[in-house]
């Protein structure tokens, strides 16, 4: 084969068949439903499908890893996730850059309803 696309369009039925066959997904769009956590702002359609997954793993397993390209929404995604798996009221840390402190703080208070935040920038503020 020349490229992973030639590739795929030989192989690519196959091989998406054999996928479904041996994997069991805990989400599928389309026949499962979406779980809809109590949000001030709706995500897109393919958001709540990967929020609704990350809650059904949660529920099985310690932790997930979200990663995206820029502007798909991970920052929404991480507070969706934790409102769904909560299903009530919870304490989360946020651990980031300190030029993203800011972007986090009005993404959080325009996602969560009641949401509290403390903005921690050294241990001293804990004391």
């Not at 795929?8 to 041996?22: F, P, V």
């Not at 969706?80 to 009005?106: D, F, I, M, N």
């Amino acid at each position: 084969m020349a490229s992973l696309a030639q590739y795929l369009d030989q192989y690519g039925k196959q091989l998406g068949e054999q996928a479904s066959r041996a994997l069991r997904p805990l989400h599928t769009p389309g026949r499962d439903p979406i779980i809809e956590p109590a949000l001030l702002r709706d995500p897109y359609e393919a958001q709540a499908h990967v929020i609704t997954a990350c809650v059904r793993a949660l529920d099985r397993q310690r932790g997930i890893h979200i990663s995206g390209e820029c502007g798909t929404g991970k920052t929404l995604l991480s507070q969706a996730v934790a409102q769904g798996h909560s299903r009530g009221g919870y304490r989360a840390l946020v651990l980031c850059p300190p030029h993203l402190t800011g972007k986090w703080e009005r993404e959080i208070r325009a996602t969560v309803k009641n949401a509290h935040i403390h903005h921690i920038e050294s241990f001293k503020d804990l004391l």
